[in-house]
């Protein structure tokens, strides 16, 4: 996110794409850029939507912007205030349409796929520098207020609640998840800590174990069943457990400046590294990779996150692009089949991860609304991830293997359902 304040301010000074889908034999690495953008754009937070695309915010052009897999581009502007700076972050929301904050009004704006856009102010401190966004597992939105440290919850419909109990003054919250916990996990820029809040508006804050004046930006889920988070102040990246523990890990080089953070398709942990022009990879048990080639020199990637094609996209905010860079070849998490799978009596995936990710094969047109999943004929607590991901915890994971079914159904009526079983990976 920059220095919060002085650094949004700088953002905002700073601030069609033909793209193919993944073969399934894509190199590691292998970045591929996109220009067709409005100069000057400064393009930040980017997410898959319901429709199969990516949408991103436009946070120097007052625009939103979608991206098929198959490269047609298309920027939204109208009904957008002038001045809003739409940016740091964009979620999926639970209605099928794109949320966003505007961190120069004080609003968060709502885009329908076919590009209707309405905006919210009723009910939101004033100039409290709306960042980050994300669905909530109670059907509504969360959103912060950095410079009014606050978090806020909007339903589809627009009723607005604030949150500031138990939230140090003065920290800055900035971007928000959803743990594997069913709480909301914040960053606080400006107290070097960690909050989390629960759906009931209960705020725990954590900071033994960050680095002071480390910056907290970005923070994701992760497929470990952790929180991971960027600091842009110590150049680091960090873990923090659901009860608290934070480990920390050094991306190194000149001038490291992690930026935004997503879950990989391969089950590590992806970020960007503005200063260093690079887009890093994280294992769950802190080994680094750094990607830089195919990234044109100074673009500054910022916004990252998993794409429905099976790779990872980021946004390039000082050259207004868009690019995509492959994780390698995904053996486990792929598509799995729209009808009933038999499971083979003698084939399991080899697994570390407690959180998995499937995801089932729905139309363009259509997405998920619901899915129940049961592991060994119990039922696990389940939500949807995007159009057509289906996210669950296995609580305990044997060396035999463990039978998963999940039954969804989408906006349309289908009834997608899978097979999977699951076992430990002996020796990793």
């Not at 059907?139 to 912060?144: C, D, N, S």
């Not at 804050?205 to 960027?230: H, K, M, Q, Y």
């Amino acid at each position: 996110m920059g220095r919060l304040c002085a650094a949004v301010a700088g953002f905002l000074m700073l601030a069609g794409m033909p793209a193919v889908a993944r073969a399934a034999n894509a190199p590691l690495g292998t970045v591929t850029e996109f220009g067709g953008l409005t100069p000057g754009s400064r393009p930040y937070g980017i997410t898959p939507a319901p429709d199969g695309a990516l949408w991103f915010a436009e946070m120097g052009a007052d625009r939103i912007g979608r991206v098929t897999t198959t490269g047609a581009v298309r920027e939204f502007s109208g009904g957008i205030t002038p001045g809003s700076s739409p940016g740091f972050g964009i979620t999926a929301g639970p209605d099928g349409a794109l949320w966003f904050p505007e961190a120069s009004g004080g609003r968060v704006g709502r885009i329908a796929l076919d590009g209707t856009v309405r905006e919210f102010t009723a009910g939101i401190t004033p100039d409290g520098l709306p960042s980050g966004i994300v669905t909530g597992p109670d059907g509504a939105l969360w959103f912060t207020e950095s410079l009014n440290d606050r978090i806020g919850r909007i339903t589809p419909s627009g009723q607005v609640t604030e949150f500031v109990d138990g939230i140090t003054r003065g920290s800055g919250p900035a971007l928000i998840t959803v743990g594997a916990d069913g709480n909301l996990w914040f960053t606080e820029f400006g107290g070097a800590r960690i909050g989390r809040i629960t759906p009931r508006g209960r705020v725990t804050e954590f900071s033994a174990g960050i680095t002071p004046r480390s910056n907290p930006a970005f923070i994701v889920a992760g497929g470990d069943g952790n929180l991971w988070f960027t600091q842009e102040g110590s150049g680091q990246v960090a873990r923090i457990t659901t009860a608290g523990a934070v480990t920390e890990f050094d991306v190194g080089g000149p001038s490291p400046d992690p930026d935004g953070i997503t879950a990989g398709p391969d089950g590590n942990i992806w970020f960007s590294i503005r200063w260093q022009n690079a887009i890093g990879r994280i294992t769950p048990d802190g080994h680094i990779t750094k990607f830089s080639a195919g990234i044109t020199s100074a673009s500054m990637p910022t916004g990252i996150t998993a794409g429905p094609d099976g790779n990872l996209w980021f946004t390039e905010m000082a050259t207004a692009r868009v690019a995509r860079i492959s994780p390698g070849p995904v053996t486990d998490g792929g598509p799995a089949a729209a009808g009933p799978v038999k499971p083979s009596p003698s084939r399991a995936t080899c697994t570390s991860r407690r959180l998995i990710t499937v995801h089932l094969r729905v139309a363009p047109d259509d997405r998920l609304i619901s899915a129940r999943v049961t592991a060994n004929r119990h039922l696990r607590r389940a939500r949807l991830v995007g159009s057509r991901g289906v996210r669950f915890t296995l609580s305990r994971l044997p060396r035999q293997a463990v039978e998963v079914r999940v039954l969804a159904r989408t906006a349309r009526g289908k009834r997608p359902v899978t097979h999977r079983r699951y076992r430990t990976c002996v020796g990793r």
